[in-house]
Structures are given as C-alpha cells and as structure tokens.
C-alpha cells in the first residue's frame, strides 16, 4: 500500500511539473483586432455582418468614455463566395432612424440599453450576398495595414423535430414550465448545434450554454431540456432562472453550424461561465492575426405560446 501511495505522488508531481504557466500580455501591448461575423441560410436569414473592435488588457478597465474607441472603422470588408467578391459597408448607429435602430435590435440581438451607445459594423446592405446551404465563404479584412482572413461554412440543417412545455413540481414555480426539444440526429456524420430565445419579441439572446454536438447520440432521437436565455431582471426569483413564464410567446432559434463556429463558442463559453477568478482560457478564434470569429449559421425558427 505505501509503494502505492509513493508512486501516486510521484506521478502527481510529475503531472504538475508539465503544467506551463501563461502570464496574459502586459497593458502596454498593442491592441488586436477583434472579429465577430455571421452569415445565415434557412429561415428568415440576417444580411451577413462583420462587427470589428480592439481588443484590451487583461488587467485593463473599460469605461464609457473609452467605449466608442474599441470600434474600427474605415476597414475594407469583403466576403467571397464562388468567386463572386461582396463588400460590406459600415454603418453606425448613429446614422440610423429610431425605428431602423429597433430592427438591427431585435434582429442581431443587442441589448436595447446599449443602443445609446454608437455601435458600428459592416454589413451587406445590398442583399446580394445570399447564405446557402453547403457554401463556403472567405471573410477578407483590410485595416490599419493588416489583412485577416477568415473561412466559414454553412453545414446542413438538422432540425428539432418538436418542442413542448412541461409542469414543475411545487406552487413556487406553478407560472413557469421547462422547455423540452426532441432532435433526430442522421447519424452520417458530425453535427453542430447553437440556439437562442426570444420572449415576446425581444432580442435574440443566447444561454450561458448554447452549444450541442452530437458525439455521444450520434444516429439517434433524444430528448432535452433548452434554458431560457433572456437574463432574469433585478429582483426576479432566482428559482425561475432559465424558465419560461406562462403566457409569453417564445421564439426559438435553432442553429447549425461547423467544426471551427463550434470549438469558437465552446472555449467562449467556458470562459465566460468561470468567473473573475477563473483559469486562464484560450478562445479557438478563426481569424488569422486576429482574435474571434466568423461563422456560418443554417437557422430553423420555431414559434410557439407557452403553456
């Protein structure tokens, strides 16, 4: 029994000697540019869209005077798909009528409140550039000097079949149900999933864990529960966090996307859910010189009254 134990130490010594430390880059480095793009097929797709800002010191602070500097303008984006180059052009909030302001709300998802602050992004504001199922895009970013390149594709759809709303046990929570989705996966290869809430015609909001592959349930139908993903207001009952209240209108959004979008979310996610006093994590971004994202999305929307 003592060797036992003497050579469980020596192996967790061992272990811990492998571990390299990271130190985060110092405050006084360069910013990178930070990327966050879509670009949708299926239901009701969005118009492709790039939003670019810089990024900042780990031990950094961020207030509203210093807000407006992160984003980055007069970049030259373009998306080529089949050889055909589409521009995005910049547009700021600013610019925009109070009612165009509520449309890009609702449909990309930003908080109502921070639309007193003057977001900026590039968008394609022709309608030419049209998401397909299968098609590859290639992001190309011209700024300050440097290019970025990104690739995305939009994989196949595969849907929720159905969705209801179940009781909860307890008179605490008899105004609340739980979602439930069922979901046929094909089984002939690997698949990827995103989803989102919309209550009453909100914002579009993801949960703190809005990412499925489908490793463990491959070729096989399978029920599970989707948390509401509209964050709960001040005050509210944190038992009824994640729910949804009888009455309102859900709109869900379900997503699929690829490999490169899904490890992207994955170590994002992660990240976001440990903490101020967590380890530190390495985004899988897939913009090269550059951190985040450019992903493709094959959207199925599903609209039903909670009951």
């Known amino acids: 029994m003592m060797r036992q134990i003497f050579i469980f130490l020596v192996f967790v010594t061992f272990l811990a000697s492998c ?3 990271f130190t985060p880059a110092i405050s006084s480095a360069p910013p990178d540019l930070v990327v966050e793009g879509y670009i949708e097929a299926g239901d009701n797709p969005l118009p492709a869209y790039v939003m670019l800002t810089k990024s900042q010191p780990f031990f950094g602070e961020l207030d509203s005077s ?3 500097d992160l984003y980055v303008h007069d970049a030259v984006v373009t998306v080529t798909n089949n050889g055909t180059v589409y521009p995005l052009t910049e547009i700021c909030l600013q610019d925009l009528t109070p009612a165009q302001k509520a449309i890009i709300s609702q449909s990309l998802g930003f908080d109502p409140d921070s639309l007193q ?5 590039y968008l394609d504001i022709t309608f030419q550039l049209q998401g397909q199922e299968g098609e590859r895009y290639d992001l190309h970013i011209e700024s300050e000097g440097q290019s970025h390149d990104a690739t995305t594709t939009i994989p196949r759809m595969v849907p929720i079949d159905s969705i209801n709303f179940k009781e909860l046990p307890g008179e605490k929570l008899k105004d609340y149900r739980e979602l439930h989705a069922f979901l046929t996966d094909p089984g002939d290869g690997e698949d990827f999933w995103r989803y989102f809430t919309s209550i009453n015609d909100s914002s579009y909001v993801s949960p703190s864990f809005s990412i499925y592959d ?3 349930i491959n070729g096989q139908t399978i029920e599970f ?3 509401n993903g509209v964050e709960p207001a001040e005050g509210e009952d944190p038992f009824s966090f994640g729910l949804f209240k009888l009455g309102d209108t859900l709109s869900l959004k379900w997503t699929s996307i690829d490999r490169a979008h899904y490890e992207f979310r994955k170590t994002a996610e992660f990240s976001a ?3 101020p006093f967590s380890s530190y994590v390495r985004i899988h971004g897939n913009v090269s010189n550059a951190l985040g994202v450019w992903g493709g999305y094959n959207v199925q929307y599903i609209n039903q009254v909670v009951e």
């Open 214 to 216: 489908d490793g463990f």
């Open 19 to 21: 571990e390299k430390e």
């Open 273 to 275: 859910v440990q903490g």
């Open 117 to 121: 602050a003057d977001i900026c992004f």
């Open 225 to 227: 529960v989707m948390n």
């Open 66 to 68: 210093a807000f407006a």
